[in-house]
């Protein structure tokens, strides 16, 4: 190629006469100048192309969050604020005493945890023990938790002592 623009260019006729020197030169500068805005049109349109990739990835997550969120909403149990768990452990011990159980122990334990796939689940576990009869102490567990609040018995040991059982409960309520 450049040794034909060579031979074009060292043509006598072409010296001779300016005005064709010119245009010839202007037609090869307008190819090379066509040739590179050319490769530099493919080359956007391959990254607009993966760009338009990525928007629709980060849109079907986008989707997916407001799904799963919309999903945890309808729940009638979802994980409560930080500021809300004081007023739910409160209502726990209030229902142990509403159900005529005599509390024994009481311990905040541990907070947060991460979960296989390295995301964290952010609760507060309690441990709570109380005693009373078989039938209130069913009655409480049976009832266990909060309206609305997010709350899972971990574990749970019940032991008779006297004609009373005496119960101990690990549980956690989760948060956002």
């Known amino acids: 190629m450049l040794d034909t623009l060579k031979a074009v260019l060292s043509d006598k006729s072409l010296k001779k006469n300016k005005s064709l020197f010119m245009l010839t030169v202007i037609v090869v500068l307008m190819g090379f100048l066509s040739v590179s805005i050319a490769g530099k049109t493919a080359y956007n349109y391959h990254e607009y192309l993966k760009v338009k990739e990525q928007i629709a990835q980060m849109k079907k997550e986008i989707a997916d969050f407001e799904e799963k969120n919309a999903m945890i909403n309808e729940q ?44 964290t689940v952010a609760y507060k576990s309690f441990n709570v023990s109380f005693e009373g009869s078989y039938e209130n102490t069913l009655k409480f567990l049976k009832n266990f938790g909060d309206k609305d609040a997010l709350i899972n018995l971990m574990e749970v040991s019940m032991t008779p002592k006297k004609g009373l059982i005496n119960t ?3 549980y956690r309520i989760y948060l956002k």
């Open 76 to 119: 009638p149990y979802r994980p409560v604020s930080k500021d809300k768990v004081d007023y739910i452990q409160a209502d726990v011990l209030f229902a142990i005493q509403a159900n005529q159980l005599k509390m024994l122990d009481y311990k905040a334990a541990a907070s947060s945890d991460g979960d296989k796939r390295g995301q």
């Open 168 to 170: 101990s409960i690990n």
